[in-house]
C-alpha cells in the first residue's frame, strides 16, 4: 500500500493553512493514525538516527505517531503540499495530514539527538532531550533484527543526514515522487530539501532492493521484542541512590547556619595527586580512569553493532598500572608514527598493519579487554578508527604494540579479535554477540563444524596457525550470532596474521532469468565445496590487512566431449584501507577437493566482483581427456553474446564459448569480446 500526501504544518503547531484550503477534522486524522499506526510508526524509526540506540529509537519513533494529532477541531491543510491520494478525500487529507507530523517530529528529534563519535558526549547530549510519552521501565525494546542486508543499509542510512534519510524512506517506502519528496521535506522545515533528495538518489543506485529491505522485521519498531535491563547493574544503582539521599540528608543536618559558605582565611584550594600516566617522554598521556567503557548489555540496545558496542572484559579491567603502560606505549609509537611497519619505540615492539596510522587517540579510547591470557597481559583498545593490542609476554621478552585499521566494522567484522598468538596457535576474544563458537577445516566441506569452548571473558580455546609453505589443514572459526540481534545467523571467519580475522562469504552462480544474487555466508555445502579449493591461496592474503575475503561463482560450463561441468570463481579481496584485488579462478572437474585450478586473470585497485562491478568475462585454454586443446571463454550473468576475432573465429549467443584449437596454445592476436545485455561491450581481465 502507497499513499502520497504531505503537510506544510505539523499538526498541533497552532497555525493554519492558506484559506480555501480542505481542513482536516481531529477525528478524521485519530482514524488515519490509528488506521495507519505501524506503518507511520515504521517511517519515523527510519528516520530517526541509529545513534540513538534501538530502544530509545522505538520509544522515539512511538512518541512522533502519538504527538502527531492536531490540536484543534479542524485543521486548514496547505496547498504545498500534495494529496495523499488519487481521490483526494477525507482519508487521503487525514493521513497526509498525521504523516507530515510524524515526519517533522521525527527529523526534530533526529536533529536533536547526538551524532556518532564521542560515547560519553552522546551520552550526555542525549540524556538533556526532554523525555516524553511513551515511556518503559525495566524493559529494553527492539525490533526484530534480520540479515546482514538490513543492517548494512541501516549503517548506509546512519551515514545521511536526517533529511537524507527522510528523502530515502518516502521515496523506496512511500514511493512518492522526487517533487513530492522535496515538497514534503520542505514543508516539515528541511532547509536543504534538494541535498537530502540528492544523497537519497545516490544511496538509491547503489542499493537494490530497498523497499524490501526498508519493510523487513530490521525497522519495524511497532512489533518489538523486550529484554530487561541490566538487573544486577539496576539494583547496583538502587543502592547508589538509596545511600547518596542518605548522605545528603546527613550533609544537610551537617551544615551549619552561620556564614557564607567559602573558604576561611589563607586556604587555598588543594590539588589532587596527578593522574596516573600523564607524564612521560612525549607530554601529556590518557590516563587509565579516562578509557570509556561500554555497559555490558548495550550490544542488544544498539543498531551499531560493531566495536563500540563491545563492553570491557577480562580479570584486568581495573589494573590501572597494567593500562597506563599500554596507554603509554600508544602514546610513544604514535609520537614516532613512520606509518605501516614494523619497528621498536623504546621498550615496546611495535608493528602496524598496511594502511593504518599509529597516531595516538586524540581522545580516550574505549576498553575491550585487559587480562591473563596463557600467561601473557594483554589489553586491547579500540579509539573509533582503529584497535591497538598491547602485550606483554610471561618471559622477559619486551612488550608488543600492535595497531590495526577496524573503522566501518560490523556484526561480522567485529565478532572477534585474536587476542593472543604464538608461532604454532592463536585464541580469538569474541564479541557480546557470539552466541556459539566452532572450528572447521576448510580443506573438508564435508567435515561438521567441532564445538570451541570459549571462557566467560570470551576467550577460545587454542586454534593451529596454518604452517607457512604447507597446506594440509586451513582452521577457520565457525560463528553464531545471537537470536537477540539476528535469526540463525553463522558465519566464517579466518586468521589471515592480522588483529582482526577476514570474513569469508560466497556468492552463488545466478539463475537463468533472476535477477543477480547477493553475497551469503560461507556456510553450506556448496559454498564450502568452492572454498575448498580456494583454502591454499588464502596463506598469500597474509599480513595485507585483509577485511573480508569473497568468493563468487560466477559460472558453471559444460565442458566439450563430455568432460563434465567446470566453475568460473572470482576471488574479490577487501582490505581495511579501502584496497581490493581480484583473481579470476577456472576450477575443472577434480579428484582433489583441494584442487587450485587455473588462476587465468587478475586485477588490482579495481571495483570488480562487487556490487559496483558485477559484469565480467574471462578466458584460458583447456585440454580435453583426449587432449584435444579448447579456448573457453565464460561471462556473468548480462553476458548474452561472445564473440572471438583474430586467427581463430567464433560466436555464439549466451554465456558460455569453447573454440577447438590447432595447437597448444590460443593464437596471438586472438581477441575475445563479450555482449551485454544493454548493448555495450566488455574485454576479458588479462
Not at 502507497?2 to 482536516?24: F, I, K, T
Not at 530515502?168 to 532547509?191: I, K, M, N, Q, T
Not at 548522605?247 to 576561611?264: E, I, Q, R
Not at 567485529?414 to 557470539?434: E, G, M, Q
Request: hydrophobic share 40%; with cysteine; proline share 8%.
Amino acid at each position: 500500500m502507497q499513499h502520497h500526501d504531505h503537510d506544510e504544518h505539523a499538526p498541533g503547531d497552532g497555525g493554519s493553512g492558506p484559506v480555501g484550503a480542505p481542513a482536516v477534522a481531529v477525528a478524521d486524522a485519530e482514524a488515519a493514525l490509528v488506521e495507519h499506526y505501524p506503518h507511520l510508526v515504521r517511517l519515523a524509526y527510519l528516520v530517526l538516527p541509529a545513534e540513538m540506540g534501538r530502544h530509545r529509537r522505538v520509544l522515539a519513533a512511538h512518541r512522533a505517531v502519538q504527538r502527531a494529532l492536531p490540536r484543534g477541531a479542524r485543521r486548514r491543510r496547505s496547498r504545498a503540499v500534495p494529496s495523499s491520494g488519487p481521490r483526494g478525500g477525507a482519508a487521503d487529507r487525514a493521513y497526509g495530514e498525521v504523516r507530515a507530523a510524524v515526519l517533522r517530529g521525527a527529523l526534530r528529534q533526529a536533529r536533536q539527538a547526538p551524532r556518532a563519535g564521542r560515547a560519553g558526549e552522546a551520552r550526555r547530549r542525549g540524556r538533556r532531550l526532554r523525555p516524553g510519552l511513551p515511556l518503559v521501565w525495566g524493559l529494553r525494546l527492539f525490533p526484530s533484527a534480520a540479515g546482514p542486508e538490513e543492517a548494512a543499509l541501516d549503517r548506509e542510512l546512519a551515514n545521511l543526514s536526517p533529511g537524507g534519510r527522510a528523502a530515502f524512506v518516502l521515496r523506496h517506502l512511500e514511493g512518492l515522487s522526487e517533487p513530492d519528496v522535496r515538497a514534503l521535506l520542505h514543508a516539515a522545515g528541511d532547509a536543504d530539501a534538494q541535498a537530502a533528495c540528492a544523497a537519497a538518489h545516490r544511496l538509491g543506485r547503489e542499493r537494490d532492493g530497498a523497499s524490501a529491505l526498508l519493510a523487513s522485521a530490521e525497522f519495524d519498531s511497532h512489533a518489538v521484542q523486550t529484554r530487561p535491563t541490566d538487573l544486577l547493574r539496576r539494583r547496583a544503582l538502587a543502592r547508589t541512590a538509596m545511600l547518596a539521599a542518605g548522605a545528603l540528608l546527613l550533609a544537610l543536618v551537617a551544615v551549619p547556619l552561620t556564614g557564607d559558605g567559602t573558604s576561611g582565611p589563607g586556604t587555598e584550594p588543594v590539588a589532587g595527586p596527578a593522574a596516573p600516566g600523564r607524564e612521560g617522554p612525549v607530554g601529556a598521556r590518557i590516563a587509565p580512569a579516562e578509557l570509556r567503557r561500554t555497559p555490558a548489555e548495550y550490544w542488544a540496545d544498539t543498531s551499531r553493532v560493531d566495536f563500540g558496542a563491545w563492553p570491557a572484559r577480562g580479570d584486568r579491567t581495573g589494573d590501572a598500572a597494567l593500562l597506563g603502560r599500554a596507554l603509554d606505549a600508544w602514546a610513544v609509537a604514535g609520537a614516532g608514527d613512520k606509518g605501516s611497519g614494523t619497528g621498536e619505540d623504546g621498550d615496546v615492539r611495535v608493528a602496524v598493519t598496511p594502511g593504518t596510522s599509529a597516531a595516538a587517540p586524540p581522545d580516550p579510547p574505549q576498553l575491550l579487554f585487559a587480562g591473563e591470557v596463557e600467561g601473557a597481559a594483554v589489553v586491547l583498545l579500540h579509539d573509533g578508527r582503529r584497535l591497538a593490542r598491547y602485550t606483554e609476554g610471561p618471559d622477559a621478552s619486551r612488550p608488543m604494540l600492535t595497531i590495526a585499521r577496524a573503522d566501518d566494522a560490523d556484526v561480522t567484522t567485529a565478532a572477534a579479535v585474536v587476542v593472543h598468538r604464538t608461532a604454532t596457535s592463536l585464541r580469538y576474544l569474541t564479541a557480546p554477540w557470539i552466541a556459539g563458537t566452532a572450528t572447521l577445516d576448510l580443506l573438508d566441506p564435508d567435515g561438521a563444524p567441532e564445538r570451541l569452548a570459549r571462557s566467560e571473558a570470551g576467550v577460545t580455546g587454542s586454534l593451529p596457525v596454518p604452517r607457512a609453505g604447507g597446506c594440509t589443514r586451513r582452521p577457520v572459526l565457525w560463528l553464531r550470532s545471537s537470536e537477540r540481534i539476528v535469526e540463525s545467523h553463522a558465519f566464517l571467519v579466518t586468521d589471515l596474521g592480522e588483529v582482526t580475522p577476514a570474513h569469508l562469504t560466497y556468492t552463488p552462480p545466478p539463475e537463468s532469468g533472476q535477477p543477480a544474487r547477493a553475497p551469503r555466508e560461507a556456510v553450506s555445502a556448496e559454498a564450502r565445496r568452492v572454498w575448498a579449493r580456494g583454502a591454499c591461496a588464502l596463506g598469500d592474503l597474509r599480513d595485507s590487512g585483509v577485511r573480508a575475503v569473497y568468493n563468487w561463482e560466477f559460472g558453471r560450463q559444460e565442458l566439450p566431449r563430455g568432460a563434465g561441468r567446470a566453475a568460473w570463481v572470482c576471488r574479490r579481496t577487501d582490505t581495511w584501507a579501502g584496497r581490493a584485488s581480484v583473481s579470476v579462478r577456472f576450477l575443472p572437474p577434480a579428484r582433489e577437493v583441494s584442487d587450485p585450478g587455473r588462476e587465468v586473470a587478475v586485477a588490482e585497485d579495481t571495483a570488480l566482483c562487487s556490487r559496483f562491478g558485477q559484469h565480467l568475462v574471462a578466458r584460458t585454454t583447456w585440454r580435453a581427456p583426449d587432449d584435444e586443446p579448447y579456448l573457453l571463454v565464460a561471462g556473468s550473468r548480462e553476458v548474452t553474446g561472445l564473440r572471438v576475432t583474430g586467427e581463430v573465429r567464433a560466436a555464439r549467443d549466451g554465456r558460455y564459448l569453447a573454440v577447438p584449437l590447432d595447437g597448444d596454445d590460443t593464437p596471438s592476436g586472438t581477441r575475445v569480446t563479450a555482449r551485454l545485455t544493454d548493448g555495450t561491450t566488455l574485454r576479458p581481465l588479462p
